[in-house]
């Protein structure tokens, strides 16, 4: 891999011009079809296979109104008065007309009409019901809702507009988040010591970034694209690609700091730094892509979207930084007698030299007493891993909305005043009525299930096509409570016996409550495959890359411990509410379902990508003939550094969005922070060599029949000689 590397490196370098127009010209590609044929987001959460999912499919065969989405409409009179007022009564019938006539409403109930104000008279709730899904309201329908209230806003009352077609809106990027890019800038400047070689990092990353996210804004009229899948994408491609261009090229100026020829430097770096980002890039291809095993269309698109950026900004990476270099030439180069010049030079020297890096000083303490290092480290993640037993999985709705949003107001009014389980009535669709005795057969069903713990009332309603009807469940728990779920199970079971005794064709849960609850239970079911796959592929890479068996069991232990301490944070946090305020979370509650399982699947590539930085340094200087623990403490000598200012501009960048307002992004950027700096400095640069020196030698044994069956990778770039040798530079040396 290396060798062929190195040749690429060497022909972007020489084509300087060629790659860059190409990758200009594919980024005006894009661009031109995001402009041409991009679409809209989509947020609807759909599960096909499932009970609910089928069930609403039947539902919007047999009356597409009843299938459409729905909103709530709450009316609050002030303290000391009622919603029964003259005046207030009679502002409400005016905002019911006014609503039935707003584009794509199908009908609009009458709170007074159907009996829904509260027991106090303070609030009233109307229910309109548009003739379309979620996914096809246009783009404003929920301004116009708003406008057709004023008559109840001017005589006096608090208006509230939300329910299951608002529970969700569009991420927007503010300049928040560009908090985390001025901070990579910061951290490249001081890694590199050099302006010119920060501005090129952050160039390649932005151009990567840009190519992806633009490349997956234009697929978004043929596929369905949620509005968080972009703002992942752009999190996760701009994080790496920052880091795979600070690897090569920081194994760039190291080279040319020691006199290497800018070309064959060029190569060398592409051949050994872009063997790791070839194979830390393709790993987190790997893991996101998987999320399309479970089978979930939105996880599907936001995983490949994800996977796409990042093996965007892999590619710019080993192409477009190797040509950049041919501009820059050896003006890359520490200047002579600089401090970055002065610390190239003395990690150039042999691993026995005395360590002067905090990198090499941090190794030396931690393998002083590996067993001791060891203990501590793993108590530490246990116990910070603990939180995560309580992992609960959901998908937001309005309730996890900001506090400030007229959604969030509207679900905090109807809980208030009609009870928590208003904001999640379930459907039950009974179908395969016979018309004579369709209404008492319904009733029938709905008295069954009315008898059923957790059940405020089962309300039915025979639909156009008599021979279906629905029942109206109101549950006295919340949409995101565990009573809800367990409710869902209790009529589930219930519907076979049921259906028998009624005489019915079917029962199935279904709406948008049952539908969320689905989706967690997929994704739940497959988190324990899916970590058993991320780490058996862990096990497989890492046992080519190093050809040792210890080493990936030890990696693969380190990721799960990475992990586990994540969770425990994000479940103190978004679960228990420790440090809400100071995060901005709206409200405490489950996690967002797809979080776990998006969390482990970026988490397993940096994790990878960081322990082939520091595990390949410390193992050339063991193939080398260094002593066990001086080969770490050299490893990390030479590695550590890159490998902290990799950790760091990941996650200011993961860390700049944990202050963005929707609480799907907001949960994976928190987890996905704690995870890099955990994983980074806890697992890899203290586990890991507390580890690797006190198994010794013993750290790279392979039995002879697996070594003499495993490929050799060659990560390290050993025979990148003999390529170097074959060729070499065709431009005069006043060119570089």
Known sequence: MSTLLHRMGRAAYRRRGLVSVAWLAVLGIVVALFLTVGGEFDDEFTIPGSESQAALDRLGEASPAAAGAGADVVFVAPEGSAVTDPQYAAAIGEVVAAAAEVDQVAAVQDPFTAQVVSPDLRAALATVQYGVPADQLDGDALEQLQAATAAATDAGLQVEVGGGAFATGAVTVGPTELVGVVVAVLV???????????GMNLLVALVGVAVGLVGLLALSGAITLSSTAPTLALMIGLAVGIDYTLFILSRHRSQLATGMDPEESAGRATGTAGSAVVFAGLTVVIALAGLSVVGIPFLTVMGLGAAGTVLVAMLVALTLVPALMGFAGARLAPAPGSRAARREHALAEHAGAPARTGGARWAALVTRRPAVTVAVTLVALLVASIPALQLRLALPDAGTAAEDSTERRAYDAVAEFFGPGVNGPLVVLVDGLEPATAEQAAGAVAQAIGGLDDVVYAAPQLLA????????????????????????GDIRALAPDLAEQTGVGGIAVTGQTAVAIDVSDRLADALLPFALVVVGLALVLLLLVFRSVLVPVKAALGFLLSVGASFGAVVAVFQWGWLMDVFGVPATGPVISFMPILLMAVLFGLAMDYEVFLVSRMREEHVHGGAPRASVVAGMRHASRVVVAAALIMFSVFASFVHIEDVTVKAIAFGLAVGVLVDAFVVRMTLVPAVLALLGRSAWWLPRWLDRLLPDLDVEGAKLGAAASAERPREPAGQH
């Open 465 to 488: 096509d008599g021979t279906s009807a629905i029942v109206q469940v109101v549950p006295e728990s919340g949409p995101q409570d565990e009573a809800t779920s367990t409710l869902v």
């Open 188 to 198: 490249l400047v001081l890694t590199f010591g050099s302006l010119l070689a920060a």
